[in-house]
T-cell receptor
Framework: GAVVSQHPSWVICKSGTSVKIECRSLDFQATTMFWYRQFPKQSLMLMATSNEGSKATYEQGVEKDKFLINHASLTLSTLTVTSAHPEDSSFYIC?????????????FGPGTRLTVL | EDQVTQSPEALRLQEGESSSLNCSYTVSGLRGLFWYRQDPGKGPEFLFTLYSAGEEKEKERLKATLTKKESFLHITAPKPEDSATYLCAVEGNAGNMLTFGGGTRLMVKP
């Protein structure tokens, strides 16, 4: 149980294009999903928290107009990197918290490697 | 502001050589301390949640313990397949988010 998937697992795009990453909770409903960014040999950096049916809460320094987050259902959240540039190249990881969970036990997806040329 | 510090940053062990990883934390009201394992190019895999000082949890060769200031991840007789980065995170009363430490990169040589 508690499986989270991400799609795609990797993507290469040209500078200026937009890329959408999907995060799905496969066997549970997730009221809250989180999006992280991870640079090589560094720990996870929280970008934003999304709750089903409401606007995402972005961490300080994260551009909400650049990183669009949609949490349309209890099993799906999407992150769209708009007008991507080489500095947006990174490993993006989502996590999900089960509906009704008393504590913040998050289950992570396998990550998406984004490379912007 | 919640803070998590993990040590050492990297640890090399011979197969069978037991050791411990440290996670020191400061948090405004601990709601939970979490251990994850992360393999290169993959998302973190959940290992344990600890809620209160004195609590211990075990899974195969891993044992996690918790005090009011730190947590230890003990690895008994490690195998090469235990090689990974181990991440510690805390949730405090301040908000619905995890604060992660920098991780410990464990390498177990056969």
């Amino acid at each position: 149980g508690a499986v989270v998937s991400q799609h795609p697992s990797w993507v290469i795009c040209k500078s200026g294009t937009s890329v959408k990453i999907e995060c799905r909770s496969l066997d549970f409903q997730a009221t809250t999903m989180f999006w992280y960014r991870q640079f090589p040999k560094q720990s996870l950096m929280l970008m934003a928290t999304s709750n089903e049916g409401s606007k995402a809460t972005y961490e300080q320094g994260v551009e909400k107009d650049k990183f669009l987050i949609n949490h349309a259902s209890l099993t799906l959240s999407t992150l769209t990197v708009t007008s991507a540039h080489p500095e947006d190249s990174s490993f993006y990881i989502c996590s999900a918290r089960a509906e009704g969970a008393a504590y913040n036990e998050q289950f992570f997806g396998p990550g998406t490697r984004l490379t912007v040329l | 502001e919640d803070q998590v510090t993990q040590s050492p940053e990297a640890l090399r062990l011979q197969e069978g050589e037991s050791s411990s990883l440290n996670c020191s934390y400061t948090v405004s009201g601990l709601r939970g301390l979490f251990w994850y394992r992360q393999d290169p190019g993959k998302g973190p895999e959940f290992l344990f949640t600890l809620y209160s000082a004195g609590e211990e949890k075990e899974k195969e060769r891993l044992k996690a313990t918790l005090t009011k200031k730190e947590s230890f991840l003990h690895i008994t007789a490690p195998k090469p397949e235990d090689s990974a980065t181990y991440l510690c995170a805390v949730e405090g009363n301040a908000g619905n988010m995890l604060t992660f430490g920098g991780g410990t990169r464990l390498m177990v040589k056969p």
